[in-house]
Nanobody
Framework: QVQLVESGGGLVEAGGSLRLSCAAS????????MGWFRQAPGKERVFVAA????????YYADSVKGRFTISTDIAKNTMYLQMNSLKPEDTAVYYC????????????????????WGQGTQVTVSS
């Protein structure tokens, strides 16, 4: 089974940047499509960004498009979420997820499609 561990969260002022990491063990990103989700207190877990197994296809939620960038480093078995121009409404626990899909260039944007999840990392953006 693959294990996912997020890191890089913290407290940042509005307009600032953070880079989240998702390290995988017990597996390799070459076998998975990957995604980032977030969940604010009392809210549903929602989609943020996704990337295909090949790394060639990405997709972003409208709320983060143009500000966030998802990427993977296969050699390091790590996925990243670069977050720029952060807003208070970005405050949430951020989760990485893996999908053991067959298709190299396919990505997934709903939580129910993912099989493996990390425990999350807190991101707090102050106004």
């Amino acid at each position: 089974q693959v294990q996912l561990v997020e890191s890089g969260g913290g407290l940042v002022e509005a307009g600032g940047s953070l880079r989240l990491s998702c390290a995988a063990s017990g597996g390799t990103f070459s076998s998975y499509a990957m995604g980032w989700f977030r969940q604010a207190p009392g809210k549903e877990r929602v989609f943020v960004a996704a990337i295909s197994r090949s790394g060639g296809n990405t997709y972003y939620a409208d709320s983060v498009k143009g500000r966030f960038t998802i990427s993977t480093d296969i050699a390091k078995n790590t996925m990243y979420l670069q977050m720029n121009s952060l807003k208070p409404e970005d405050t949430a626990v951020y989760y990485c997820a893996a999908h053991p899909g067959y298709y190299t260039n396919t990505y997934y944007i709903t939580p129910d499609e993912y099989h493996y999840w990390g425990q999350g990392t807190q991101v707090t953006v102050s106004s």
